[in-house]
């Protein structure tokens, strides 16, 4: 397999002088990339996403040697600029100057991982052959290290053509070498070719022609380009237009005419290349030598053992975000109330001040009472992914995740949501597998969260009279929302995997990285990060839909008390009009209300009923109100609350939608409107279907 | 006299397949392949399947050593080493793999 010359595919020079340079850093995931992002950038950084991707751009800023100013980019972890995700289409069109919104770097940062070396150098010989100036760094050497491998730096530097600079970035160790590296002024090196057979070649030329004419090319003269556009296999073909799509699928299924499976010649020769490559260069003994990383895993992935660690390490997750966040988010709501006494004792009455404390105060609260909950529980995630635990996490329960059409990466999300969906969601961000992370985001909400557990209390007291039944029977009630919350979500889990985004395989391969020590300060970083992010995308929605709610409740205004002020408001109105939809499950119009209250956040619920039965303190004593409730009649004088009504309610709450923060982070997540508003939707009609079940069979079987 | 025909071909097949399976090792699944035991792949399914070019761009082509490193305590996915890295798939993928135990 001989290689042709290669056409040289060097961009058109760039104004230096007009702009600063553009370094970007490019790796393999999971190869410390983001760590030394975070060293070189400090926290002077720019989180955003790609448009109409969930793709996070991040951008900072470093100082050369020279006191140069230096624009950084941390490029997406890729595995080969064969895309196979959006993520991978944004690395492979920024590095090909293809994007509007990024302009093609001026540098390259390769960063591999020295332990994981030959996969590593797939991307970064791909990378290579695109011309641009660059700069290799094999991090992670205390690993290959600790592995008894020998790296001849000198000659894999001389063979590629580039500076190689070995580091361990979480020791800080090659940093100051990378700077000076990174000062110095870099030249194109010589373009080396693509290990690709001549014939095959020959043939990309003829695609090459058929593409440069319609304007789907951006860098005119190679042969890369097209390479890479016909080679695209991400779903969603991120980057690509769809006037172009056509004619790329043309040029690809012309290759694969001629030669039937081009592609994997394709990657067997560049493996071929990278053996050659290291030929002389890496040393490796001959068995493998077992690392602390074997021997951890010994314990950690033990048939029995692992289940203990895990269960273990799980039940100390979890119990520190119920017991930690407690205090703080007492704290949050004492803040709350002083802030709000504050203003009502300072404004005069009316509206504005209504507004602000109970629109815009109880908003804001709404949004800062969730911070304690994720900041614990990012600060537990960003410790088992810097660790590396994530992935044996992920490795454990797969299997069982698998039989409902799960990955086993959606587990820890999955299981937070049993305290609260909002971080759980926002943890859905590690799983890879576009389809199986918004399967998951969609699902999740099902996890009864600890939002429930006031309106279970109520109906549950509700319905069953304290002093002749044992509480067991409470308990076993509760126990039973949960599993159903369960069931439902694992059935809606196997329903979506075969309807939706049908055609995507979800690949469940995983990378195990090795155990590293864990860095404190990329931890906190990484938490602070996601909580910065939820305050500004997430809080600033919740916040405008409260205030619209509020207002839904408190306008138009009337004369008389709080009971009859939020049945004449718009809410009040909303709730008489759905009636007739909602008597069927044998709700009435009051429960009307609470149910459209209750779409904020479900414990609203009890303080809204609180409100229509003119019960004071509801939130602290439920006795009061739960006797109003028992003796609520309809017009008729049949009992509203009869035992059937208060299940057909906790069925409704179980599967429902009723949390304005949840859909607020799922829009953000799956940036758009289109799948929080299909969840919205899912849901609902799933509670009012179940809930006319119980409610109209329950009738039937004469309860 | 066909029943005894019939009988001496089934004997003979037995015989001569016996002879080589004492000798050769056998092309089996990348799944089947037994704890700490190494491997050359022989063959990956072709095709442009989401997973299968992305197993190869891992380093999983034909010629490559495997070795299978553990299985999860459920039995699945497995663990295997290849040039240097840990990856786990899972079985229903790893299938897909033939190899030749070394």
Redesign the interface.
């Known amino acids: 397999m001989s290689a042709t010359v290669a056409e040289t595919s060097s961009n058109v020079t760039v104004d230096k002088n007009t702009r600063e340079t553009l370094v970007a850093l490019v790796g393999n995931p999971n190869c410390g990339k983001s760590t030394l992002f975070n060293i070189l950038t400090g926290l002077k950084q720019k989180v955003a996403n790609y448009p109409g991707v969930t793709v996070e751009k991040r951008e900072g800023v470093c100082f050369s040697q020279h006191g140069e100013k230096l624009r950084l980019i941390d490029l997406p972890g890729a595995?080969?600029l064969?895309a196979?995700s959006p993520d991978e289409a944004v690395v492979r069109d920024v590095l090909l100057g293809r994007r509007l919104d990024t302009p093609r770097p001026d540098v390259v940062v390769l960063v591999t991982d020295a332990?994981?070396?030959?996969?590593n150098l797939?991307l970064t010989t791909q990378v290579l052959e695109l011309g641009l100036p660059a700069i290799l760094v094999l991090n992670m050497m205390d690993v290959a290290e600790a592995?008894e491998?020998r790296i001849d730096l000198a000659l894999l530097s001389a063979r590629l053509g580039v500076p190689v600079i070995p580091m361990q970035a979480t020791a800080g160790k090659g940093i100051i070498e990378l700077k000076a590296a990174m000062s110095r002024k870099l030249e194109a090196h010589p373009l080396r070719h693509p290990p690709i057979p001549a014939e095959i070649y020959a043939a990309l030329d003829s695609v090459r022609q058929e593409l440069v004419g319609t304007g789907a090319l951006h860098n005119i003269g190679g042969l890369l380009e097209p390479l890479y556009l016909i080679s695209d296999?991400d779903?969603e073909h991120y980057g690509i237009e769809d006037a172009h799509l056509s004619r790329i699928t043309a040029g690809h299924d012309a290759l694969e005419k001629q030669f039937?499976?081009w592609?994997?010649v394709l990657?067997?020769a560049r493996?071929e290349f990278i053996e050659q490559l290291l030929l002389g260069v890496l040393r490796?003994p001959e068995r493998?030598e077992s690392t602390l990383t074997d021997k951890l895993?010994a314990v950690l992935?033990?048939?029995?053992l692992?289940?203990v660690c895990l269960i273990g390490f799980l039940g100390l997750v979890f119990y520190s975000i119920f017991s930690l966040a407690e205090g703080p988010m007492g704290w949050i709501e004492t803040g709350q109330g002083m802030i709000s006494e504050w203003v009502e004792s300072k404004m005069p009455e009316g509206d504005l001040r209504d507004l602000l404390v109970n629109g815009v105060i109880a908003g804001v609260g709404g949004v800062v009472i969730f911070l304690p909950q994720i900041l614990i529980l990012f600060f537990f995630i960003g410790l088992m992914e810097d660790t590396g635990y994530m992935?044996r996490v992920a490795?454990?329960?797969?299997?069982?995740m698998?039989k409902v059409g799960l990955n086993?990466r959606s587990f820890v999300p999955f299981l937070s949501s049993y305290a609260c969906a909002v971080p759980g969601i926002m943890a859905t961000r590690t799983i890879a597998s576009v389809k199986d992370r918004l399967i998951t985001i969609l699902i999740v909400p099902l996890a009864s969260c600890s939002a429930r557990v006031p309106v279970y209390l109520l109906l549950i007291s509700t319905l069953v009279p304290s002093a002749t039944v044992p509480t067991g029977i409470k308990v076993l009630i509760m126990l039973f929302m949960y599993a159903l919350g369960t069931f439902g979500a694992f059935g809606f889990a196997w329903l979506f995997n075969r309807t939706l985004m049908k055609g995507?395989?979800a690949?469940?391969?995983?990378?195990?990285?090795s155990y590293k020590r864990p860095s404190v300060k990329s931890t906190l970083h990484y938490m602070l990060e996601r909580a910065r992010i939820f305050l500004r995308r997430a809080g600033t929605v919740i916040l405008g839909l409260s205030i619209l709610l509020w207002a839904a409740m408190t306008y138009p205004k009337s004369e008389g008390d709080e009971s009859s002020q939020l049945a004449h408001s718009l809410a009040g109105k909303a709730g008489h009009v759905i009636e007739p939809i909602i008597k069927p499950l044998g709700f009435d119009w009051k429960i009307g209300i609470g149910l459209i209250a209750s779409f904020a956040a479900r414990e609203v619920f009890v303080s809204t009923m609180g409100i229509i039965y003119a019960v004071e303190n509801s939130d602290d004593d439920i006795t009061p109100l739960r006797e109003h409730m028992r003796a609520e009649q309809w017009p008729d004088g049949k009992p509203v609350y009869t035992p059937l009504v208060c299940v057909s309610l906790m069925v409704f709450f179980v599967f429902a939608m009723q949390c304005l923060s949840t859909v607020a982070v799922v829009k953000r997540e799956t940036n758009g409107w289109k799948w929080p508003l299909f969840q919205i939707g899912y849901m609902t009609g799933a509670a009012y279907l179940m809930s006319l079940l119980v409610y109209q069979g329950g009738t039937l079987l004469g309860f | 006299m066909r029943h005894n025909l019939n009988r001496i071909g089934v004997y003979s097949f037995v015989i001569i397949c016996e002879q080589p399976f004492a000798f050769m090792p056998v092309i089996t699944s990348l799944s089947d392949l037994a704890i700490g035991m190494t491997a050359v792949i022989q063959d990956?399914p072709?095709g442009?399947?989401?997973?299968l070019?992305?197993?190869?761009?891992?380093?999983l082509?034909?010629?490559?050593k495997v070795?299978l490193v553990?299985r999860?305590?459920?039995?699945?996915?497995i663990?295997i080493?290849v040039?240097?890295?840990?990856?786990?798939?899972?079985c229903s993928?790893a299938k897909h793999i033939k190899i030749l135990p070394e």
Do not use: C
């Not at chain 1, 332990?115 to 996969?119: I, K, M, V």
């Not at chain 1, 992935?301 to 029995?304: A, I, N, R, T, V």
């Not at chain 2, 040039?83 to 899972?90: F, K, N, T």
């Open positions: 595995y080969s064969n196979r332990s994981n070396l030959e996969r797939y592995k491998w296999h779903p039937p499976g592609e994997d990657v067997a493996y490796r493998e895993d992935l033990h048939p029995f692992g289940w992935s490795f454990i329960v797969d299997r069982f698998s086993g995507q395989s690949l469940m391969v995983l990378e195990m990285p | 990956m072709t442009h399947d989401a997973y070019t992305r197993l190869r761009e891992l380093g082509v034909p010629g490559t070795r553990r999860a305590p459920l039995g699945d996915p663990e080493s040039r240097g890295s840990r990856l786990a798939m899972r993928e």
